[in-house]
């Protein structure tokens, strides 16, 4: 069988305790926004990183952080690194088959990410920065439109926006200041 690697950082990796509980969506989203702003100042990727919780106890899951340059890999944004890592931790291609996890993400999802979210299993999604942070300082986010977003509720994922969105414009905008590649430039 075929495998691709995903070169999580070893900080990424290590910041995974299973024994730590994250209670209340402010932890959780400082967590997550403190993993997109390490691998900035790291220089590994973009300025995203996302984590998946267990919603009943809190539990880490997984970590994402976009792999984009460092991989050379177009599809290993953040979000999709964690879903991916936890899809392998669950041994599912559904979390929904495990229990209940909610996704939490340093900024507002792209296309792809969006449409990952939906077919991954977790029922709910909770973002920092806005998408047109990300648009504002170059990245193009796809076809992300309002009806995307209602879409994802009518299909039972509940999307919470703007929790904790000034500390994640602050990460694409340090991305921006340190000369950041945008290798999906609008």
């Known amino acids: 069988m075929l495998q691709v690697p995903l070169p999580l950082p070893e900080?990424?990796?290590?910041s995974v305790d299973s024994s730590r509980v994250f209670t209340g969506d402010a932890e959780k989203m400082a967590f997550t926004v403190g993993l997109a702003r390490r691998n900035v100042e790291q220089g590994i990727g973009g300025p995203f990183g996302a984590a998946i919780?267990?919603?009943a106890s809190g539990e880490?899951?997984?970590?994402?952080?976009?792999?984009?340059?460092?991989?050379?890999?177009?599809?290993?944004?953040?979000?999709?690194?964690?879903?991916?890592?936890?899809?392998?931790?669950?041994?599912?291609?559904?979390?929904?088959?495990?229990?209940?996890?909610?996704?939490?993400?340093?900024?507002?999802?792209?296309?792809?990410?969006?449409?990952?979210?939906?077919?991954?299993?977790?029922?709910?999604?909770?973002c920092a920065a806005a998408a047109e942070d990300a648009r504002e300082i170059g990245f193009d986010e796809g076809p992300v439109f309002p009806e995307s977003y209602r879409y994802l509720e009518q299909r039972g994922i509940e999307v919470v926006r703007g929790v904790m969105g000034d500390e994640g414009r602050v990460v694409l905008e340090l991305y921006r200041s340190l000369g950041g590649v945008l290798y999906n430039r609008m």
């Not at 890592?85 to 041994?91: H, S």
């Open 11 to 14: 900080w990424a990796r290590t």
């Open 53 to 55: 919780f267990n919603r």
């Open 60 to 126: 880490l899951v997984s970590v994402g952080v976009n792999l984009v340059v460092a991989a050379i890999n177009s599809v290993l944004h953040a979000e999709m690194v964690a879903i991916m890592l936890a899809e392998a931790k669950l041994e599912s291609f559904t979390l929904a088959a495990r229990g209940r996890y909610e996704l939490f993400t340093s900024c507002e999802p792209c296309a792809m990410c969006l449409g990952g979210i939906l077919w991954s299993g977790v029922e709910r999604l909770v």
